[in-house]
């Protein structure tokens, strides 16, 4: 009887083994969205060959400057330390508002659009055409980058002085008491 029941446990272990070893068309279907291919801006740049002419989704902040041409708008956008340059509409990036800097985050996007490691219309420059651009989150400006050290000493010394005049009042309290 006991074995017999091992014996199916093993018989649906292995079902599950089996189960999970074939790849699910849902799982597969993850990284794509609508006709665009998910990509890394790290990736991207460094298989560029692989990923030349082909419609791509990216994710990244938006970082320095806006700079506006006759036919479109420059963004440039950054993820993992790479940056590349995104071309789009201004009506696309109207939205954009925040820009990151040393001192503060640029606006979170999402570029799908089409991919050229050596694009023609740009002086054969690496660089992505927009098709869209979706503002995933808000940017934020950092005018003060080193407040959060600031607070941190100042709450640091104060309760270091707090401490010391504690320290202090407990050896007077001792001395009078002896
Ligand atoms: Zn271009």
């Known amino acids: ?17 089996a189960l999970s070893a074939i790849p699910s068309p849902a799982a597969a279907s993850e990284n794509v969205t609508g006709s665009y291919k998910m990509a890394a801006i ?7 060959s692989a990923y030349d002419g082909a419609r791509i989704e990216v ?14 708008v420059w963004l440039t ?54 098709e869209t651009v979706t503002k995933l989150a808000d940017g934020r400006a950092a005018p003060h980058a080193f407040a959060p050290a600031r607070v941190f ?3 640091a ?4 002085g707090t401490t010391l005049a504690a320290l202090w009042r407990l050896r007077e309290r001792r001395r009078k008491i002896g």
């Open 77 to 130: 956008v950054l993820a993992g330390g790479t940056a590349i340059g995104v071309f789009a509409s201004a009506g696309d990036v109207s939205g954009i508002s925040a820009f990151g800097s040393y001192a503060s985050s640029g606006d979170r996007v999402r570029v799908q659009g089409v991919f050229h490691r050596a694009c023609p219309d740009h002086g054969g420059d690496l660089d992505l055409h927009a």
């Open 42 to 48: 790290p990736d991207l740049v460094e298989k560029a």
């Open 1 to 17: 009887m006991k074995t017999q029941r091992l014996r199916y446990g093993i018989v649906i272990s292995i079902m599950f083994i």
């Open 157 to 160: 010394l104060c309760l270091s």
């Open 153 to 155: 000493w100042a709450v």
């Open 59 to 72: 994710v990244g902040e938006v970082v320095g400057d806006k700079l506006a041409r006759p036919d479109g």
